[in-house]
């Protein structure tokens, strides 16, 4: 079985960072500016947008309620709300809980 960190780095990071990059993207930024936003690099931010990197993933099939989470966190972040550090460590905090109920 797989750590939370794993699965957060690996398939739930990812995933969050492209809801947030393309809801930055529609509310007029520019890649390069969300790639600042997010300390990302543009080309990565390119990637999210074409969906070639950070789609959804089957951690969200086995845990609807992460991707619900994910969405509310990428608006908060995309508002300015949030900075992307503490949304991480939300996230994490998030998977651990579910992950517990297991």
């Given at each position: ?8 780095s690996q ?9 947030v ?26 990637q999210?947008?074409?969906?070639l ?6 951690v969200?099939?086995d845990?609807?309620q ?11 972040v ?7 550090e ?10 651990s809980e ?5």
């Amino acid at each position: 079985m797989r750590t939370v960190y794993e699965v957060v780095s690996q398939e739930v990071l990812p995933c969050l960072r492209a809801l947030v990059a393309k809801k930055l993207i529609e509310g007029g930024f520019s890649q390069k500016q969300v790639a600042d936003r997010l300390g990302l690099s543009q080309p990565a931010i390119s990637q999210y947008k074409r969906d070639l990197r950070g789609r959804g993933t089957g951690v969200f099939v086995d845990y609807p309620q992460l991707l619900e989470d994910a969405n509310a966190i990428a608006k908060r972040v995309a508002a300015g709300e949030l900075s992307m550090e503490k949304a991480t460590s939300e996230i994490f905090a998030t998977c651990s809980e579910l992950m517990e109920k297991e």
